[in-house]
């Protein structure tokens, strides 16, 4: 059963405009998120987190919105620009013993059109 | 510079053999992951160890094994065993909470 959900395969965006992507989970032990950005044939790449403490994190043009009680975040990059076209993965990670290791949604490959 | 290094990028392995994936670290991460990415279904858990000479099997580890010798190093080795075994495959590390290292990639083809 899928603990962190992407419903979006895909999403596309005029340039200048906002993306939003959006993340729902299921695990009330989540106490940590994340976003990574991946390009073809490349390793995703740390874009930006947030705590569950928090309902905001914001760094330049990208901002993690998280809605505990929903169990949804979402993540808001504005203005998009082409090379924000990219897969971006959200993952979550919980308190406890192997609190490590990081559980990933399937990704949303979002298209930013010029 | 510290970082995570997959080799090599590309790799071709006909039916029946077995391949290694080489994973390097110099970051002094205890905990390191492998994960295969196929199209549409995002990154799957092979295996990953959280100290040297233990490991752990992750959602997908049939016909795939992994050793930890070292605290560097985290080789998967693509058996014949795995039906389906083209596919990109990740390497990630960390020693905290806070999320991964991901080296590069490796793309496994089978030919």
């Known amino acids: 059963d899928q603990q962190v959900k992407q419903n979006s395969p895909s999403l596309s965006v005029q340039e200048g405009r906002i993306s939003i992507l959006n993340c729902d989970y299921t695990?009330?032990?989540?106490?940590?998120f994340l976003w990574y950005k991946k390009y073809p044939a490349e390793g995703p790449t740390f874009l930006i987190s947030i705590s569950s403490i928090k309902d905001k994190n914001e760094d330049g043009r990208f901002t993690v919105f998280l809605n505990k009680s929903a169990k949804h975040l979402s993540l808001h990059i504005v203005p998009s620009q082409p090379g924000d076209s990219a897969v971006y993965f959200c993952a979550a990670s919980g308190s406890g013993a192997g609190s490590y290791q990081l559980t990933f949604g399937k990704g949303t490959k979002l298209s930013v059109i010029p | 510079d510290g970082g995570i290094t997959q080799s090599p990028k590309y790799l071709f392995r006909k039916e029946g053999q077995n391949v290694t994936l080489s994973c390097e670290q110099n970051?002094?991460?205890?905990?390191m992951y492998w994960y295969r990415q196929d199209p549409g279904q995002g990154l799957r858990l092979i295996y990953y160890?959280?100290?040297?000479?233990?490991?752990q099997k992750g959602d997908i580890a049939e016909g795939y094994s992994v050793s930890r010798e070292k605290k560097e190093s985290f080789p998967l080795t693509v058996t014949s065993a795995q039906k389906n075994p083209t596919a990109f495959y990740l390497c990630a590390s960390t020693a905290t909470t806070y999320g991964y290292t991901f080296g590069s990639g490796t793309r496994l083809t089978v030919v």
């Open positions: 970051l002094n991460h205890d905990a």
């Open positions: 695990n009330s032990m989540f106490d940590y």
């Open positions: 160890s959280q100290i040297v000479n233990d490991f």
